[in-house]
C-alpha cells in the first residue's frame, strides 16, 4: 500500500518563485491536510479539507493556497515563496472522523 | 495561545529508566487525544484516546488519559536506545481540527 505520498522530497527555491507540493492517497480518506514543522514549534496545521471541494483554513495559512479536486490529491502552492516558508512539510490524511492520522514522509523547502 | 503542551520539552535518560511524558490540553469540544513517535522522517502512531481513565498499552508504552484535568501521560518503561525520538501529542477537537503540542524530546543513552 502506498498510503500518503508526497512530492517532492526536497526543493530549494529562489525568494518569489511559485512551487506547488503534492499529496495523494490512496485510502479513499475524506480528511486531507497539510502541516509544517519548524526546530522548537512542533507541527502547524496550514489547510485541511473535509473532502472534495470543501477547505478550510488552519493556524498559519498565509502565503499559501490549496484545493481539493478529488478525494485523492490535496495541493499545496506557495505562489511567491519567502524565507519564513523554509519548513519541512507533512501531508496527512485519515478516513474516520476521530481517527488516526496517516503522514506522508514529508517535503524539506528551502527558500533562499 | 497554545491550544497543547507537552512537558519536559527534552529529557535525557540512561537504558532501563522510566520515562513518563505529560500532555496538557485546553480546547472547546474535545474530540480525541493522539500519541506519535517521531524520529528522523514521518510521524508513527502509537495510541489513540477517548475515553478518561482507560490504559492503552503496546509493550512497554502505556498511556492514559484524564478528560477532568485536560491531560494525557504517556509512559516508557525499561527504556532502550530505540525509544530516543520526538513524541508527539495532538488533541482533535471542534470541526475537525487536530492541534499539536511542540514534542517531548527522549534522548536514551546506553
Known amino acids: 500500500n502506498a498510503g500518503v505520498t508526497q512530492t517532492p522530497k526536497f526543493q530549494v527555491l529562489k525568494t518569489g518563485q511559485s512551487m506547488t507540493l503534492q499529496c495523494a492517497q490512496d485510502?479513499?480518506?475524506?480528511?486531507m491536510s497539510w502541516y509544517r514543522q519548524d526546530p522548537g514549534m512542533g507541527l502547524r496545521l496550514i489547510h485541511y479539507?473535509?473532502?472534495?471541494?470543501?477547505?478550510d483554513q488552519g493556524e498559519v495559512p498565509n502565503g499559501y493556497n490549496v484545493s481539493r479536486s478529488t478525494t485523492e490529491d490535496f495541493p499545496l502552492r506557495l505562489l511567491s515563496a519567502a524565507p519564513s516558508q523554509t519548513s519541512v512539510y507533512f501531508c496527512a490524511s485519515k478516513g474516520h472522523p476521530i481517527g488516526e492520522l496517516f503522514f506522508g514522509e514529508g517535503s524539506r523547502l528551502t527558500v533562499l | 495561545e497554545d491550544k497543547v503542551v507537552q512537558s519536559p520539552l527534552s529529557l535525557v535518560v540512561h537504558e532501563g529508566d522510566t520515562v513518563t511524558l505529560n500532555c496538557s490540553y485546553e480546547?472547546?469540544?474535545?474530540?480525541?487525544l493522539l500519541w506519535y513517535k517521531q524520529e528522523k522522517k514521518a510521524p508513527t502512531f502509537l495510541f489513540m484516546l477517548?475515553?478518561?481513565?482507560i490504559e492503552k498499552k503496546s509493550g512497554r508504552l502505556s498511556s492514559i488519559l484524564d478528560k477532568k484535568e485536560l491531560f494525557s501521560i504517556l509512559n516508557i518503561t525499561a527504556t532502550q536506545t530505540g525509544d530516543s525520538a520526538v513524541y508527539l501529542c495532538a488533541v482533535l477537537y471542534g470541526n475537525n481540527r487536530l492541534a499539536f503540542g511542540k514534542g517531548n524530546q527522549v534522548v536514551v543513552i546506553p
Open positions: 479539507s473535509v473532502g472534495a471541494g470543501i477547505t
Open positions: 480546547v472547546t469540544n474535545f474530540r480525541s
Open positions: 485510502m479513499n480518506h475524506e480528511y
Open positions: 477517548t475515553s478518561s481513565g
